[in-house]
């Protein structure tokens, strides 16, 4: 689009991160004339860049179960999803399973009765299985999750993992800004536009419409649908909008660290390794190239949470306190582990929602939507937002009252019936929550 003082669409999404890239491709594919407005350079660089983009459905919730089993289709089949071949390649999902470590109070006793009610394969590991795959892991069972600065850190294990949860269809995307610029030339074979480097200052409205946004530079892009997927952003984008303050459910960015370390010698984990899930140690990793793995927290109690008030200005600098914390968690579940003095890493935000359960709704403000609060744990459930964000536009903009009939949405693949009133942002704090990345 070139830059003028005035363009129309039927749609403007705030945000060509995976989340508003997907939104932009679903509604486009319905005959929506869309444009994704972000103010940085390319599509997938905001918090998506350094997603850990993991797939897995070990979520507390049974919508939060069945929404990213749901996403497994899409990742199997990415390349028909999208339709089209992107010049830089498609995406790749390396569908390597998850390994769940299994201790008493764990999450599996939240997610694995969801599991069993919506069929979802699994295998249950005991020890001896466990070592066969995992010659390297160490059983034992240290939580409560504490800091290595405290003498108890260093205790002997009381006791062993229980095996694990093993479940073959989860795993991680190699790259997850190529995944959004993907979506982005998906929506654009079906007419859907970007503009990038533009940032939004103002979310106009008049007689409880929205009206559309303006610009830094002054251009006004006037439509009757507006979507705040601005990630950590977005309370900014709401309280442009004039909705903060009437959704019950509020967002704020919590700064997070993943931090990569070579793998030990002679392991393999590149090829051989596998997404493990610890809630003992309070960690979780992943193969990543280079045979390294990349380690991210599940943010105990005992760790500081940093929450963000500009998400303009942070330290995105590896810090020495926070390596430690998580390096040395996996150093005592994977004991052979070299600990490099480089620290390696990297340093984003969440968009971290009141009970970590994300916000699909639309809002007081007619017309304008929020796909927002995706809090560390939504990138696998882009595709699966972006076709149910637009199910419930249309619906809404067709008149139905989702406040008073939430929009059931059928899914693609899996055909359960996805209740976006769970979603919803004027529900009570949700109690089944692990208020943690597991949702
Ligand atoms: C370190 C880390 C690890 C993660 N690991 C996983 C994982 O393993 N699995 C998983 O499922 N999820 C994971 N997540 C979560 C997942 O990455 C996010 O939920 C997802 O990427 C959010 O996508 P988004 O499109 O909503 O937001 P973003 O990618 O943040 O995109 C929002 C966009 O809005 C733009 N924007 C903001 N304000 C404006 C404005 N005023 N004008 C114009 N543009 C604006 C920004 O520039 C940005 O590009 C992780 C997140 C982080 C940070």
Known sequence: MHQSSHEEFDAVIIGA?????????ELSKRGYRTINVDKLPAAGFGSTSNSCAIVRATYSTYDGVAMAYESFSYWKDWDK?????????????????????RVAGGQDERFKPHFDALGIPYEEWDNTTLQERFPFYDHGVYGPAKRPDVDAFWDEPHGSVSGAIFTPDSGYVSDPQLTSHNLQRAAEA????????????DVRRADGRVQGVTLADGTHIDAPIVVNVAGPHSFIINKMAGVYDTMNIKTKALRHEVHHVPAPDGVDFETSGMHTSDSDLAIYFRPEVGNNILVGSEDPACDPKVWVEDPEHYNNAVTEAQWNAQVLRLARRIPSLGIPSQKKGVVDLYDVSDDWIPIYDRT??????????????????????GHCMAELIERVQNGHDHDLDPVVVTTRYTQLPLNMGFYSRNREVNPNS????NG
């Open 17 to 25: 991160g995976v989340i508003g890239a997907a939104i932009g491709f």
């Open 364 to 385: 007081d403000l007619d017309g304008f939507y929020v796909a927002i609060g995706s809090s560390g744990n939504q990138f696998k459930n882009a595709p699966v937002a």
């Open 81 to 101: 999803y999208l339709e089209v071949e992107d010049e830089r390649g498609n995406a790749k999902y390396f569908q390597r399973g998850t390994v769940y470590l």
């Open 190 to 201: 079906k007419g859907g536009q970007f503009l990038f480097n533009g940032e939004i200052t």
């Open 434 to 437: 692990s208020f943690s990345v």
